[in-house]
């Protein structure tokens, strides 16, 4: 099971105790996932679509707690994948859509004509706990959040500008930094960040799946962590090792072409003492000599003999 499917079976076992928060939820459900059919003489059909059984059982607790109703369901495969259900709610006229259209904001009649609006209804979203109520039943109807183990991104689909914009609003006024972008015929509303998405989870509730979210973010955290770390002390031993080769190597020229003895006695003993240990640091070979150095002497040191190689090639023609 993904972990959207997990964030929604969660949500959908809340059923807000207030009936405005009721109310509200409602709201967005029918909004995202509804469809009005027009039956003429001023007549609708309410027909809400999900794959999700345990928000069909919701949307079903929530007309009876807010309308009184019992609705007709059906179920039906999806013909594309034959695999998941499509669970279909249906609220004839004769069970009172028109009136439930109207006290969710979404429908109007006005001399004779239907106007849905888009926006979402003030009235409903007065107080705190209907805005996150709305924007519960918004991510049940439409939303989905990506698995965080791969990716942070929360997104809510809404079929016109003017709701994508309202709701990118609703999240906002809770601090949070909602976008939204057109995809194809529909808005996305979406959130990108880590530290947002779990500041929503908590807004609409899902606080198990802000915990696994949480979780799964301190793991990457300290493995990301780690694998810095690993990268940092890899790229420092890559550098101390190259170094060593360079040293070793001017060292092995200047002794095969002109002999030791032309260092002075300080940078003889330090030449003497890398090539007789070649893994050494800087630190151990400053401590083998006679009395001792710290890393910078030894590697000022290193540094006059690789100056004196770069000169000997240079002058002495011998490759």
Known sequence: ?????????????????????????????????????????????????????????????????????????????????????????????????????????????????????YAIPTTLIKKRCCKRAYLRGAFLGAGSVSDPEKTYHLEFVAGSEEHSEDLKDLINCFELCAKVVQRKNNYVVYLKEGDQIVDLLNIIGAHSALLNLENIRIVKQVRNNVNRIVNCETANLSKIVNASLRQIQNIEYVQEHYGLKIFPNGLREIAELRLDDQEASLKELGQMLNPPIGKSGVNHRLRKIEEIAEKLRKNGGVK
Do not use: W
Not at 16 to 36: D, F, H, N, V
Not at 62 to 78: A, D, H, P, S, Y
Not at 100 to 115: N, P
């Open 1 to 117: 099971m993904s972990f959207s499917m997990k964030t929604k079976n969660e949500l959908s076992r809340l059923i807000p105790e207030e009936k405005c928060c009721q109310l509200a939820e409602l709201s967005s459900l029918i909004r995202m996932s509804g469809t009005i059919q027009l039956m003429g003489f001023e007549k609708v059909n309410i027909r809400i679509t999900t794959e999700n059984a345990a928000i069909a059982r919701k949307i079903f607790v929530l007309l009876k707690k807010c309308f009184g109703i019992q609705t007709e369901l059906m179920v039906r495969k999806n013909k594309v994948l034959k695999k998941n259900n499509h669970y279909v709610i249906v609220i004839s006229s004769n069970l009172g859509a028109n009136d439930i259209l109207k006290q969710v904001g979404i429908l109007r009649i006005d001399e004779g004509s239907f106007i849905i609006d």
